[in-house]
């Protein structure tokens, strides 16, 4: 029975990767320990899903590394190890990639852990690509101001952007002989560790270099070619007005339940099977009722994302809004009581 559940397990997560456009991948155990061997690595890597129940489980927490024979030959100086980026540098490790980090920069308090892991610090060799995960636009330009892409290299940026800026940050790459993709991320951390991101491209799939695809191939388990540059960009702000103003919806529904003196828990378990229902109730509902704001994703970078989107809405005459001015205004308060730091559904208790 449980040979039988691994063959099933194994089978849909092949079928769901062929449906997703991931290259083949060889699965842990599978020819790797002959006889007993390969099943008790196939048992020990299967396990959480027999533990629990649930096959899906296997492939909707973490998908095995995709290792590619000649892997090690693609080097990427990566920019940027902070919540998000420092998860997916261990990916693409893991991953067999060699990942070069600056000594200096954003997140560079995090970035010697990762050379113990098996990350490299860099010596100023080149490199294949440049993978960015960085706050803000300006901090882009600075970086490969600072540090200019040489020819040949592809500059991966998986920031979320400003899309108005993503044209001239490719003219730049190209005026050095390197190419550039915007292609913002998706997800919590812990997709970006076990290579789960949503990911959109400003490109062609067909556009892209060998490494750049297999980069991406390795940290997201669903991408969208937008066509264009500055598209992924665009594509990820309209992602951030959405899912940060269907929390403020939640948190003003939680007002009223707490006013009500409706029972919490009880209460969140049935809107999640109700209309109501989304991923942010999912993920943050029980700890906004709670009034917990533990950092996930800082209120800071919802700021700067909403400013982004509202300022490209006033640019275009005769578009009128509404709701994305007021929650400017509220993520701004929050600003100003300083809670950047904080989780973004911080803005919420105004």
């Given amino acids: 029975m449980v040979l039988q559940c691994i063959a099933d397990v194994e089978e849909r997560a092949l079928l769901h990767s062929a449906n997703c456009n991931y290259p083949p991948r060889q699965l842990p155990g599978r020819e790797l320990l002959p006889g007993v061997g390969l099943v008790v690595a196939r048992i020990i890597h299967f396990l959480p899903a027999l533990i629990d129940g649930s096959v899906a489980a296997v492939y909707s927490t973490a998908r095995p590394p995709i290792r590619y024979e000649e892997v090690g030959m693609y080097h990427i100086l990566w920019f940027g190890t902070g919540r998000f980026g420092s998860p997916m540098v261990s990916r693409l490790v893991e991953s067999g990639f060699a ?17 113990e892991a098996g990350a490299h610090w860099w010596s100023g060799g080149a490199v294949d690509l440049y993978g960015l995960c960085l706050p803000r636009t300006a901090d882009v330009v600075q970086t490969m101001d600072n540090y200019p892409p040489g020819a040949g290299v592809e500059v991966l940026d998986f920031s979320t952007g400003d899309p108005r800026q993503a044209s001239s940050l490719l003219s730049a790459a190209q005026a050095r002989g390197a190419g550039y993709m915007d292609c913002p991320v998706s997800g919590s951390a812990a997709h970006g560790r076990n290579g789960n991101l949503t990911m959109w491209i400003g490109s062609e799939r067909s556009s892209a270099s060998e490494p750049g695809r297999q980069t991406i191939d390795a940290l997201s388990q669903r991408q969208f070619w937008m066509g264009r540059v500055g598209a992924g960009f665009s594509a990820k702000l309209v992602n951030q007005v959405i ?11 939680l007002k009223l339940a707490e006013a009500l003196d409706l029972p919490r828990d009880e209460l969140i ?6 209309s109501s229902t989304s991923a942010m109730l999912d993920r943050f509902g029980a700890a906004i009722a709670a009034h917990d704001h533990t950092a996930h994703f800082r209120l800071e970078l919802a ?12 640019s275009f005459s005769g578009v009128q809004t509404s709701y994305i001015d007021l929650l400017r ?20 208790d105004n």
């Fill in 303 to 314: 700021a700067k994302d909403i400013e982004y989107a509202s300022n490209i809405l006033k």
């Fill in 243 to 253: 899912h940060i103003l269907n929390v403020a919806a939640i948190g003003e529904g």
């Fill in 329 to 348: 205004d509220d993520l701004n308060t929050a600003l100003s009581r300083g809670e950047g730091d904080a989780n973004f559904t911080t803005f919420i």
């Fill in 99 to 115: 990942v070069h980090l600056p000594r200096s920069g954003h997140g560079t308090e995090s970035s010697a852990a990762l050379v």
């Fill in 269 to 274: 378990e049935s809107l999640r099977h109700a």
